[in-house]
């Protein structure tokens, strides 16, 4: 069983940093393409940032391109995502996302559609205040 775990959620006031984190167990971590998704209160769920498996190809929606920086250790079986630069509208519950990709896939796909993924963490709860 694949079980996806954040950390690192909390509040910072606007322009302040955090650092979040997503472990995962039960499968090899070197097979999983990854991505953080977020949801705030009320709306729906909202893509933020795909990796690719092997960790050279990474996407970000628009309103965070500049300030987050997605980023994975297949040897400590962990995926990152350094925020910078916060703003209160990124306040969400932010959530890890995993895809089994195949081993003769080349490895250096990223998926920003949710409906892509497989396995999905509890959520990690982010606050930016004004």
């Known amino acids: 069983q694949v079980q996806p775990v954040e950390s690192g959620g909390g509040l910072v006031q606007a322009g302040g940093s955090l650092r979040l984190s997503c472990s995962v167990s039960?499968?090899?971590?070197?097979?999983?393409?990854m991505g953080w998704f977020r949801q705030a209160p009320g709306m729906e769920r909202e893509y933020v940032a795909a990796?690719?498996?092997?960790?050279?190809?990474?996407n970000y929606v628009h309103s965070v391109k500049g300030r987050f920086t997605i980023s994975r250790d297949n040897a400590k079986n962990t995926m990152y995502l350094q925020m910078n630069n916060l703003r209160p509208e990124d306040t969400a519950t932010y959530s890890c996302?995993?895809?089994?990709?195949?081993?003769?896939?080349?490895?250096?796909?990223?998926?920003?559609?949710?409906?892509?993924?497989?396995?999905w963490g509890r959520g990690t709860q982010v606050t930016v205040s004004s």
């Open positions: 996302a995993v895809r089994y990709t195949e081993p003769f896939d080349s490895g250096s796909f990223y998926y920003t559609s949710n409906t892509a993924y497989n396995y």
């Open positions: 039960g499968r090899a971590f070197s097979n999983f393409a």
């Open positions: 990796i690719s498996r092997n960790g050279e190809n990474t």
